[in-house]
Structure formats: structure tokens, C-alpha cells
């Protein structure tokens, strides 16, 4: 089983992506990358994280490679999905953003939907229901949706309509997602 914290990933392009986690097993700061479902880990320190790293790329670089996996399986999910039913949890505006924070039937976990003004963006935020450490916490992914994060804008729209016209800032969010 993985054993991390500060799990951080950042999509670069279609199949492609890197990112960091901490292993609090050996405490590593580990990086990592992913082309095409293939992961790679490294690590900036050559001294004695070095000789670590090593000891953890022979003993549990494997389980980390299945749980990237299991990640990006889980995002296509969501994808792939055709509907979405839920509620709409919590509403706020503030400083040029509205943050709507929505429960799906099909999801464990709440969304958040965050609307940047200036930006004129649609920031998604979820937790990915795969447990990355013993205390069974789970990887939280804030991302813009688009095909190089796996999450399409066409996703994203199916994801928000259902809450399209039950927002109480739906006349702030009309033109949003049509």
C-alpha cells in the first residue's frame, strides 16, 4: 500500500504528466512523471536520499506505479460517464469567484465548481476515492478542464448541468458552460 502526503499532479499534455508526493514510509520527497500510462520517478538529491531512493525504487516504486494508475483510471471514469444527478451542497461569491461545492449521485466525494471572473474559467476540485496513505486520506486534483487533464469541457458541462438552474448564481453563470 502507498504511503504518501502532498500528493500534487499537473497535466502536460495528453498523456503526459508530472508531479510530487512525499513517501512518509522513507521520507522522500519524490517526483514523478507520466507519458502514455508509463510512470517515472526521480529525485533533485544524489546524497544520502540518493542511496534511499534507491532502497525505495527497488521495495515500492511498483505499488506507487499501480496507484498512478488506479488515478488516472479513476479520472477517466469520470470522463467516460454520460449523466450526473446530485445536489448542490454549498454556494459562495466572493472576490470575483463563485464556488459551488455539489454532491453526485455517482461520485462519493463533493465537487467543487469555482468560476474565476477575471479568468472567465471553470476550476474543478474532488478528492479521487483511492486511499494514499494509512490514515485512508485521498488524493484531492484541482484542475481546468480540458483533453490534455482528462477531464474534457465537455465532461465538465455534463457535470454542471444538473445545477445549471439551481444556482442562486445563475444569473451571475448563464453564459458559463452552454
Not at 513517501?23 to 517515472?40: A, G, H, I, N, Y
Not at 444527478?85 to 454532491?103: D, L
Amino acid at each position: 500500500m502507498v504511503n504518501m502526503k502532498q500528493f500534487s499532479i499537473k497535466f502536460t499534455g495528453v498523456d503526459k504528466a508530472e508531479g510530487s508526493f512525499i513517501d512518509e514510509t522513507f521520507s522522500l520527497f519524490v517526483k514523478f512523471e507520466v507519458k502514455k500510462d508509463q510512470v517515472f520517478f526521480n529525485l533533485d538529491d544524489d546524497g544520502e536520499s540518493g542511496r534511499l531512493f534507491e532502497e525505495w525504487l527497488l521495495k515500492e516504486a511498483e505499488v506507487y506505479r499501480k496507484f498512478m494508475g488506479r488515478f488516472i483510471k479513476k479520472l477517466d471514469e469520470v470522463n467516460k460517464q454520460l449523466s450526473f444527478e446530485g445536489k448542490i451542497i454549498n454556494e459562495y461569491s466572493y472576490e470575483g469567484v463563485v464556488e459551488i461545492e455539489c454532491s453526485f449521485d455517482s461520485t462519493p466525494h463533493n465537487v467543487k465548481f469555482f468560476y474565476v471572473e477575471q479568468l472567465e474559467t471553470i476550476v474543478l476540485e474532488f478528492d479521487i476515492p483511492i486511499p494514499m496513505n494509512k490514515k485512508g486520506e485521498f488524493p484531492r486534483i484541482t484542475l481546468v478542464p480540458s483533453e490534455e487533464t482528462r477531464i474534457t469541457l465537455e465532461t465538465l458541462k455534463r457535470m454542471w448541468k444538473p445545477f445549471r438552474e439551481k444556482t442562486k448564481y445563475r444569473l451571475k453563470l448563464l453564459h458559463v458552460l452552454r
